[in-house]
Nanobody, 113 residues
Framework: QVQVVESGGGLVQPGGSLRLSCAVS????????MNWYRQAPGKQRELVAT???????NYADFVKGRFTISRDNGKNTVYLQLNNLKPEDTAIYYC???????WGQGTQVTVSS
């Protein structure tokens, strides 16, 4: 079965950084576009970033150059580098195989003083 496991979240101060990881198993990882989503309490889930099998990236407007998505096909892992974090970035961050119902449990990012 397909497994998606996010990690790397935590508590950081405004302006801090985190590197999120998403490890995928049970499928041919390099074939797929991968997505990062996030969801804050009381808000709808929103797409943060997307990366194609070839490494082309796209980002939501709210990222404003602060985040970078990347992938390592040899490790079956996609990353999300979060820089200059703001309190409004606080959310559970989820990894997803594009156009699928394969999701991880999420990793909590909390940005607070």
């Amino acid at each position: 079965q397909v497994q998606v496991v996010e990690s790397g979240g935590g508590l950081v101060q405004p302006g801090g950084s985190l590197r999120l990881s998403c490890a995928v198993s049970g499928t041919i990882f390099w074939l797929y576009t991968m997505n990062w989503y996030r969801q804050a309490p009381g808000k709808q889930r929103e797409l943060v970033a997307t990366i194609t099998s070839g490494g082309s990236a796209n980002y939501a407007d709210f990222v404003k150059g602060r985040f970078t998505i990347s992938r390592d096909n040899g490790k079956n892992t996609v990353y999300l580098q979060l820089n200059n974090l703001k309190p409004e970035d606080t959310a559970i961050y989820y990894c997803n195989i594009h156009q699928s119902n394969s999701w991880g449990q999420g990793t909590q990012v909390t940005v607070s003083s």
